[in-house]
């Protein structure tokens, strides 16, 4: 069986996020986490831990698909993204897959979360397949 985001699977949907702690869960495409499609605007995770989860494939804590014709804007703050793994596959915190060429229809925000000790076979921390997400970015290392 296919498993997608083992604690949390949003398919299509808005969602807010808050003062939640997703800890050492497993599955084969976000191990955490599995967003597939967006419908707003409005999408927040906030004051969240993401730590020690894993995934088979793609996208260790988080695995985020957006669709061509998404208009979407995703903000993460103030979370701590930790020791997530993807152990095949890419994106050891993030796995970002986007066709649409637009940075103004379709953005992620991250503001004051740590992004720490996470690994993949590609792009330890995040990776981005498709179009860029980013419009404007700073690493701290």
Same mark, same amino acid.
């Given at each position: 069986?296919?498993?997608?985001?083992?604690?949390?699977?949003?398919?299509?949907?808005?969602?807010?996020?808050?003062?939640?702690?997703?800890?050492?869960?497993?599955?084969?495409?976000?191990?955490?986490?599995?967003?597939?499609?967006? !419908?707003?605007?409005?999408?927040? %995770?906030?004051? @969240?831990?993401?730590?020690? *989860?894993? +995934?088979?494939?793609? $996208?260790?804590?988080?695995?985020?698909?957006?669709?061509?014709?998404?208009?979407?804007?995703?903000?993460?703050?103030?979370?701590?993204?930790?020791?997530?793994?993807?152990?095949?596959?890419?994106?050891?915190?993030?796995?970002?897959?986007?066709?649409?060429?637009?940075? !103004?229809?379709?953005?992620?925000? %991250?503001?004051? @979360?740590?992004?720490?000790? *996470?690994? +993949?076979?590609?792009? $330890?921390?995040?990776?981005?397949?498709?179009?860029?997400?980013?419009?404007?970015?700073?690493?701290?290392?």
């Amino acid at each position: 069986m296919l498993c997608f985001g083992s604690i949390l699977q949003l398919n299509q949907t808005q969602f807010f996020i808050s003062d939640s702690q997703f800890l050492e869960s497993k599955a084969n495409n976000g191990g955490a986490i599995s967003v597939n499609g967006f !419908v707003s605007n409005l999408n927040y %995770i906030q004051n @969240t831990k993401m730590i020690g *989860n894993t +995934a088979i494939s793609d $996208g260790g804590a988080m695995l985020l698909i957006a669709q061509n014709d998404d208009i979407f804007t995703l903000t993460l703050s103030n979370c701590q993204i930790t020791d997530n793994q993807s152990l095949n596959g890419s994106g050891g915190a993030l796995f970002i897959s986007s066709e649409n060429e637009s940075t !103004v229809q379709q953005q992620i925000k %991250i503001y004051k @979360t740590n992004l720490t000790d *996470n690994n +993949a076979v590609i792009g $330890g921390c995040i990776n981005n397949l498709g179009q860029s997400l980013w419009r404007q970015y700073k690493f701290v290392s």
